[in-house]
């Protein structure tokens, strides 16, 4: 696969013309200075004895995986030649071998194997009794269903998570060099997997321009996103890989850049973006590749990939999407997020905001939502909690899915990526996801969302798993956010208001301010009935006017309704894959404003190609009809919905007569004026 192209005597990296090529000024030299120092005061390098330790502990599981690969060759009963020459190697991949690590962090690795060591009694058996003989492991366990099948324990502290290749090969050479397309040759799929962490990494290191100035820049936005709560494959953002490719794209179209302007133009090119437009790093259809009939990422042949809502695909053969989890809410999160990061780099450089701590502020995930989701977790032991969360914490993110599905994407959801326990109660942990409606959808006039199938359906979902055992409890419940449970806070201490004097507080007191015009309707109607009631009308007044706690839900939202950038902006967008894909009406080109010597690169103009190839062939988003409780189906259609504040998912509670409390509406979807029809699930590539 082509990893660079030399035109004009320049070596160009990527499949596109970079934006700018212009270099640093001593403006950007002084601030890559400041983020660099601020990274490391933020503790997210590791002192050079951790660096040191973990070299240590790679050295001693070579050992392990070579006394292990000869105890198998002699089970086996190889010749005592092919016992002596029996060897299993050890790769890295992901943050550790991009260096891009913080102290503490697991180590991704990867046994490569002859053909005659086996994943199932070899790997997961031999090699799992060993090391749990081992005093120097600890917390060892096996998931040997996954996707990706790995081992993960403890060696001397430092956590590894292993998987397992077995190559067609009966001896493994010491060089084996596993970028070259010919070593997927007769693998198996668990393989090729296991295989394209380690070939991906190679990639992106022939890929980028400046590996330094890469991996400054990946440090920085992957500490921003998990302060931002972005960061999680598994919850349907995005993980460390992913992060890693959008950073190369931005470092490929501005090859000359310091950290500082990468930054900067990392949060500009992607709020700009046009999803479902892929990042692509490399062309997927290389001739040079090593073909071997293994399918590859195209949603002009694969109706699948269609659906995919944020594709960024691997640069390794056989390309895929690393990012197939992300869902409508959780891309419109990330969208607003890059938006953010753009206000804030703008205001850095117009020196509003001197310092990186703004861009850089925890988001208030408890302050951002009227209503959440709780979902329990409960087990009769430690062991059993471990794998019980592991498993509802991987079906978490369908949650999101099947909310969106059977809301029609009317009530959108804010899944935080990690969970909370509480001291007092270590059988026991909690997940949140935060509720609000959609813009646009009128917040009043109509019955609340009814999600309590959805929750069933889903409850359903986690207790088919394979490993239950009694004991395992999940419980999904409503809470609103002044019911919060203070675990959940630092301390376990509730905060006494609202976060006040950060970038965030102060951009929604400017949206509010901003929106009166949207919510003028809602006031107007509110003052209509202070009036009433000043001059004794209430009996004029609906049950709903009379109701003081049924206000309005007003979120300023500055994208459009599906969570994308505004079309009146210029998207940025990876090149077509070949010319079938290349051509569109409007075709144009990534290209360098000309400058006097004296203007900033920040002036480079942000015209690039559009991938019309790609736009065509995505998923068109087609109205389904709607399925009632009767089973009959509803033509989709306009929907009235009331005040999320009253959401309920629970089964009806019985109180007791003394204290009988009036009990609160449930979510549910009231459809006016539907004719009935077929209930079909249309989609379109």
């Known amino acids: 696969m082509a990893t660079t192209v030399q035109q004009n005597g320049q070596v160009r990296f990527g499949i596109t013309e970079p934006i700018s090529l212009g270099g640093p000024t001593k403006l950007d030299v002084i601030k890559t200075k400041a983020l660099e120092k601020y990274l490391q005061d933020a503790g997210l390098y590791e002192t050079n004895e951790e660096a040191l330790r973990r070299e240590e502990v790679l050295g001693r599981l070579d050992e392990i995986v070579k006394t292990w690969i000869k105890k198998i060759s002699r089970d086996k009963g190889l010749s005592d030649e092919t016992i002596e020459q029996a060897n299993a190697k050890i790769f890295t991949f992901g943050s550790y071998r991009l260096k891009v690590h913080g102290p503490g962090a697991d180590i991704d690795t990867l046994c490569v194997g002859p053909r005659y060591a086996t994943r199932g009694n070899c790997f997961f058996g031999e090699l799992h009794r060993m090391l749990s003989e081992l005093p120097e492991v600890t917390e060892l366990h096996s998931v040997p269903d996954a996707y990706v099948p790995l081992m993960g324990f403890k060696l001397n502290g430092v956590s590894i998570d292993l998987l397992y290749a077995k190559l067609p090969l009966w001896i493994i050479p010491e060089d084996l060099d596993l970028s070259k397309d010919s070593i997927l040759e007769n693998a198996d799929e668990q393989t090729v997997r296991s295989l394209n962490g380690c070939r991906v990494t190679d990639q992106i290191f022939r890929l980028v321009p400046n590996i330094q100035s890469f991996r400054t820049t990946l440090r920085c936005i992957r500490f921003w996103a998990k302060k931002r709560g972005v960061y999680s494959n598994v919850s349907g953002f995005l993980g460390g890989i992913n992060w890693a490719l959008l950073v190369a794209r931005i470092c490929q179209l501005y090859p000359n850049a310091l950290p500082n302007m990468l930054v900067s133009r990392f949060f500009r090119v992607y709020t700009q973006w046009r999803w479902p437009n892929p990042i692509l790093l490399c062309s997927i259809d290389d001739e040079g590749s090593y073909s071997l009939g293994l399918q590859v990422w195209d949603p002009r042949r694969n109706p699948k990939d269609c659906l995919h809502k944020m594709p960024i695909i691997t640069p390794a053969y056989p390309c895929m999407n690393s990012s197939y989890n992300v869902s409508a809410s959780t891309l419109r999160i990330m969208t607003g997020e890059f938006q953010r990061g753009k206000d804030i780099c703008e205001a850095m450089e117009a020196k509003e905001a001197d310092q990186w701590d703004t861009l850089f502020e925890p988001f208030g995930f408890f302050e951002a939502y009227k209503n959440y989701l709780q979902i329990n977790i409960s087990a009769s032991n430690v062991e059993n909690l471990k794998k ?60 609340p969302f009814d999600i309590r199938r959805t929750i069933e359906e889903f409850k359903n979902t986690v207790y088919g ?36 004097g950060t970038w965030d507080s102060k951009r929604s007191s400017e949206e509010r301010v901003s929106s009166t015009g949207s919510s003028s309707t809602i006031t107007s109607l509110e003052n209509k009935a202070v009036k009433k009631r000043k001059l004794g ?148 590539c």
């Open 388 to 447: 019980w969360r592991g498993w509802v914490e991987s079906r978490f993110r369908q949650l999101t899915l099947m909310i969106e599905r059977h809301t029609y994407d009317m009530l959108q959801c804010h899944p935080h990526p990690r969970g909370f326990q509480e001291d007092s109660r270590p059988l026991q942990c909690s997940l949140f996801m935060g509720l609000q409606r959609k813009q646009g959808v009128p917040a009043a006039g109509g019955k």
């Open 465 to 500: 798993y394979m490993l239950f055992v009694p004991g395992m409890e999940v419980s999904v419940s409503h809470v609103m956010r002044r019911n919060i449970p203070s675990f959940v806070f630092p301390g376990g201490v509730r905060p006494l208001r609202k976060s006040k």
């Open 537 to 684: 009308d209430d009996e004029t007044l609906t049950d709903q006017s009379r109701n003081s706690k049924r206000v309005a839900v007003s979120v300023h939202l500055e994208k459009g309704e599906d969570g994308s950038p505004n079309s009146s902006v210029e998207s940025i967008c990876s090149a077509p894959m070949k010319d079938d894909c290349s051509k569109g009406a409007g075709e144009s080109h990534l290209v360098e404003k000309k400058a006097t010597p004296q203007a900033s690169h920040c002036q480079e103009s942000e015209e690039v190609e559009d991938n019309f190839g790609f736009r065509n062939q995505v998923v068109k988003q087609v109205s389904v009809s709607a399925i009632t409780s009767n089973g009959s189906s509803l033509s989709n259609g306009a929907v009235e919905v009331e005040e999320l504040e009253d959401v309920l998912v629970q089964q009806p509670v019985v109180t007791h007569k003394a204290s009988v409390q009036q009990r609160k509406p449930i979510i549910k979807l009231n459809f006016t004026s539907l004719g009935t029809t077929n209930a079909k699930n249309i989609r379109a």
